[in-house]
């Protein structure tokens, strides 16, 4: 199955352009999960309804690192709990190279990974 995560700081701002991201990707209007609050935690409703919907070999779809949180040891801690203990795909579509679908060796993790710890900071 395919998610998308959208988020925005405040109930002010539009998630439109995000939104459509995901429909471009494949992602359909029922698994897109949106919240509307402060990326600082992730305390989000939609955002742990989200986790708890995923499942081995899903794929998770986010726009942007800074979608998905703004506190950098949080983001880590969410990527590896996404990626490593519920063996899910994350695609970052304005970063390829946080596409975990792809370059699955060990090098590829590598570089997910080290691109993740300089783009979250």
């Known amino acids: 199955m395919i998610y998308g995560y959208v988020r ?22 029922k698994n ?5 609050q402060s990326g600082k935690d992730f305390d989000r409703v939609n955002f742990k309804k989200l986790m708890r919907k995923l499942q081995k070999n899903d794929i998770l779809v986010i726009k942007s690192i800074d979608r998905l949180g703004r506190n950098y ?21 304005d970063m390829p190279l946080l ?12 570089i997910s990974d080290l691109t993740l710890q300089i783009s979250a900071s």
């Open 73 to 93: 040891s949080e983001i880590i801690e969410q990527w590896r709990i996404i990626t490593y203990k519920k063996k899910v795909d994350i695609v970052v579509l």
């Open 32 to 36: 897109i999960f949106i919240d509307k």
């Open 8 to 29: 925005v700081s405040s109930k002010e701002q539009n998630e439109d352009r995000q939104v459509v991201a995901m429909k471009i990707y494949g992602v359909e209007d």
């Open 99 to 110: 596409d975990t679908t792809k370059n699955k060796d060990l090098f590829g993790t590598f």
